[in-house]
């Protein structure tokens, strides 16, 4: 079992900055995948980015590459995102996942899940 708890969230201007941080529970949290999704109003939960076990492979939706870094310290059982560079479109609610199936893009293949935090970028 793993339990995880997203901070960070908050209102930023365009072209500001945010560090989500998704702290787990569990002596497991290593051994899986973990990614970050987001979910606008009237929008499909969708990913943004993913992180390996290890934290040595990564992925990036093609519309925060370059802006969104995503991170995880397994000795602190913590996941990070940075988020720079943001955009009004980038306001949603923010939800960290734990997949035991490997960086997946479905939020089917993800096991566990946050409560999300609201990011909101004013224009």
């Known amino acids: 079992q793993v339990q995880l708890v997203e901070s960070g969230g908050g209102l930023v201007q365009a072209g500001g900055s945010l560090s989500l941080s998704c702290a787990a529970s569990?002596?497991?949290?290593?051994?899986?995948?973990m990614g970050w999704f987001r979910q606008a109003p009237g929008k499909e939960r969708e990913l943004v980015a993913a992180l390996s076990w290890s934290g040595g492979t990564t992925f990036y939706s093609d519309s925060v590459k370059g802006r969104f870094t995503i991170a995880r310290d397994n000795a602190k059982n913590t996941v990070y995102l940075q988020m720079n560079s943001l955009k009004p479109e980038d306001t949603a609610v923010y939800y960290c996942?734990?997949?035991?199936?490997?960086?997946?893009?479905?939020?089917?293949?993800?096991?566990?899940w946050g409560q999300g935090t609201q990011v909101t970028v004013s224009s």
């Open positions: 569990g002596r497991t949290f290593s051994s899986y995948a």
């Open positions: 996942a734990a997949s035991r199936w490997g960086m997946m893009a479905h939020t089917s293949w993800y096991d566990y």
